[in-house]
Structure formats: structure tokens, C-alpha cells
């Protein structure tokens, strides 16, 4: 696939900023920008051609790789990747140049600012991903499909796992059957929780037994072809009044936040809408985290889906919604979907039922 499309929104900004280059050395970013996968590369984009810098261990990588309309250099002269663009950039006779401040090191920045005119920038390409083509959309699904069937595996485990199934078996398996069902890795380390250790939101799974009438947490992630996905579901293994009293009530404030969400509402709206269902029972004070992230190329992205977050929402946005409520001593609940942002609502991605 082409990214001179990508790109071409980069040089529209360069003219609306009156910069004549704008390089990001940062891995998500110029794996959009070139098609490139390698670790570390300097990408630049001009008004004009773009080019890839690349060290001698990616030159076959980045020819297989890369869009024929962008010029891979080299660093087979042992200078180092940094030098390099910094020559290119002179010999191209660049005098200014935009950064991104949200990457760059400040090591970097300052040797830069050594030979040209630095002008740093935020999220200027993490504003472009936020929104996502078709074939983007695609991955995500197909990432997205792979963690619900192991979670519908992983929830079979539950029900026969009483006073035998431990979290960190059950996040293993988990792990493990994410690759054989063909992702191409885990969009981060699986979390499996039990009883009370579901009230603290980022559990690291132990040796804890499950047993009956526990609250469950379990959220996780497969990559394909370098795009994320993120799914959560709750449950309780036997009965639990107070499980199920919390549970309509998180699942209230997630469905009402998926409705708020459409082309044009301000980012922080859907999570101020969530904060007013558990506002109206009591319980604003145990959601302790925003409602949900942007994900794509990283599993974190923009929009940011917080009291934090900025802009508005647009088309083709793909964000994860979120809620959940945690109380020491009793336990947490947390349901996750991904949904894409359209003009008129959402279309939910996640199909898994809850
Ligand atoms: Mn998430």
C-alpha cells in the first residue's frame, strides 16, 4: 500500500507551518510515513522528495519495504544515523526543520539545533494515524478477532478452573494461544485477575487461585501486521449479588458513553458522560482511570479519552471505551470495547458479549 498519501499531509503542513523539512526518528511514525519496519531510521519529509536514513544492518529491509518515491540513504560510510541526516538535510540546502517534541531526545534536538532553525511540534503525525483508512481497519479487526476467540477460550477455562485455575496459567494459555491463532504478538502482557486483585485496574497476574464467587478481570490484546487491539470483559464465577448490582452499573455507563460518541464531540465529552453514571450511584470516586485510547500502530494513541483529552473526535477515529470501577477490599469491574468513530455514532467492533 502506498503512503504517499500519509505524507502528503505532512508537506501540506509544512507548508502551513513555513518549515522545509520535518524528520521524526520515532518507530510508529515512520513505519506509517514509509512502509519501513525496522527498528531505527531518520525519516524526512520535504515539500518535495522524502527520504529514509538507514543503517547497514536495514538497507535490504528498507528496499523491500519502502515506497519507491522515497530515496533510502545509507550510513555505509560508518557515520552515524544522525550525522547522516543531518548532512542530507544540509546538502539539501534545509535551513528549518520541524521536530516532534513528544519524541525526539533532547540530545538529539540539541545537536540539530546546532546547524538549522528547530522548530518543535506536538502529535503532528500521532494526529494524522488517529485516523484510520480502511485497510488499517482491516488489521485492527482481524487483531481484534483473534483475542476474542481466546478470551471465549480463556472464559471456558473459568468455569471448570474453580480451586484449580491460578492467573498466571490462565494469562499463559492466553499468551499462548494469541500465537497460534496466527497474531504476530501480544499488544501487551495480558491481565488476569481474581477475587480482589480485580480492584486494582493494572494487575500483575500471580499465583492466586480462583475460587468461587470471585469477580474476574480479564483484558488483553493481539498485533497483526503491527496493529493492536484491546478487548476487557468481567465476570464472576458463581453467584455474586454485589457483582451483578456493579456490573449493570458499569455497563450502564459504558453504553451511555458509546452513544455520546460521534464525528465532532469534544474528546473529553464521552468521559464526562461516564462520569456522571457513576456519579448518580455513588461511585465516581472508584473509576480511577480515563475511559479508553485511541489504537493503531501503538496500543496507547491518540485521541487520549480523558478529563486530559483534546480536540474533537473524527471520522475514523478507532478508540477503545472503557469504564470500570475498583473497590479495595471487594473487587473491580471493567468492560471494553473498540468502536470506530462515524459521523452520525459509532460502529462497535467488538462483538463479544457482555
Ligand atoms: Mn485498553
Not at 531526545?105 to 503525525?125: A, C, G, Q, T
Not at 490462565?170 to 494469541?178: E, G, T, V
Not at 496500543?299 to 485521541?303: D, M, N
Given at each position: 500500500m502506498s503512503t504517499i498519501g500519509r505524507r502528503?499531509?505532512?508537506?501540506?503542513?509544512?507548508?502551513?507551518?513555513?518549515?522545509?523539512?520535518?524528520i521524526t526518528n520515532y518507530r510508529p511514525n515512520f513505519m506509517y510515513l514509509s512502509g519501513f519496519t525496522g527498528s531505527t531510521a531518520f525519516l524526512i519529509i520535504t515539500g518535495d522528495k522524502d527520504y529514509i536514513v538507514v543503517d547497514g544492518r536495514?538497507?535490504?529491509r528498507a528496499k523491500n519495504e519502502v515506497d519507491d518515491d522515497i530515496q533510502i540513504v545509507d550510513t555505509l560510510d560508518k557515520s552515524s544515523l544522525i550525522k547522516k541526516t543531518r548532512d542530507l538535510l544540509k546538502d539539501l540546502g534545509i535551513g528549518t526543520i520541524g521536530i516532534e517534541k513528544n519524541n525526539l531526545?533532547?540530545?538529539?534536538?540539541?545537536?540539530?539545533?546546532?546547524?538549522?532553525?528547530?522548530?518543535?511540534?506536538?502529535?503532528?503525525?500521532e494526529s494524522i494515524r488517529s485516523e484510520k483508512d480502511r485497510d488499517e481497519v482491516e488489521k485492527i479487526k482481524k487483531a481484534l478477532l483473534i483475542s476474542e476467540r481466546v478470551l471465549q477460550e480463556a472464559e471456558a477455562k473459568l468455569y471448570e478452573g474453580v480451586g484449580k485455575l491460578s492467573e498466571i496459567e490462565?494469562?499463559?494459555?492466553?499468551?499462548?494461544?494469541?500465537i497460534e491463532l496466527g497474531a504476530n504478538g501480544l499488544a501487551f502482557?495480558?491481565?488476569?485477575?481474581?477475587?480482589?486483585n480485580t480492584a486494582l485496574p493494572h494487575y500483575t497476574p500471580s499465583d492466586n487461585i480462583l475460587k468461587e464467587g470471585d469477580f474476574v478481570i480479564i483484558d488483553m490484546g493481539a498485533v497483526v501486521d503491527q496493529y493492536h487491539s484491546d478487548i476487557t470483559r468481567s465476570f464472576c464465577i458463581g453467584k455474586n449479588s454485589e457483582f451483578e448490582r456493579l456490573y449493570k452499573i458499569v455497563l450502564e455507563a459504558q453504553i451511555a458513553s458509546i452513544e455520546s460518541i460521534r464525528a465532532g464531540v469534544p474528546v473529553k465529552n464521552p468521559y464526562i458522560v461516564a462520569t456522571k453514571v457513576f456519579e448518580k450511584y455513588g461511585l465516581k470516586d472508584y473509576f480511577t482511570h480515563g475511559l479508553g485510547h485511541g489504537v493503531g500502530l501503538e496500543?496507547?494513541?491518540?485521541?487520549s479519552m480523558s478529563a486530559a483529552g483534546f480536540g474533537f473526535l473524527k471520522n475514523n477515529n478507532v478508540l477503545t471505551v472503557e469504564p470500570g470501577i475498583y473497590l479495595p477490599e471487594i473487587g473491580g469491574i471493567r468492560i471494553e470495547d473498540m468502536v470506530i468513530v462515524e459521523d452520525n455514532g459509532v460502529n462497535i467492533l467488538t462483538r463479544y458479549p457482555k
Open positions: 502528503t499531509k505532512v508537506k501540506e503542513f509544512l507548508h502551513l507551518v513555513d518549515i522545509e523539512a520535518f536495514y538497507i535490504l531526545r533532547v540530545s538529539d534536538y540539541l545537536f540539530f539545533s546546532e546547524y538549522f532553525d528547530v522548530k518543535p511540534f506536538n502529535y503532528v503525525i490462565l494469562a499463559n494459555f492466553i499468551k499462548r494461544r494469541i502482557e495480558p491481565i488476569v485477575a481474581f477475587g480482589k496500543i496507547h494513541e491518540l485521541p
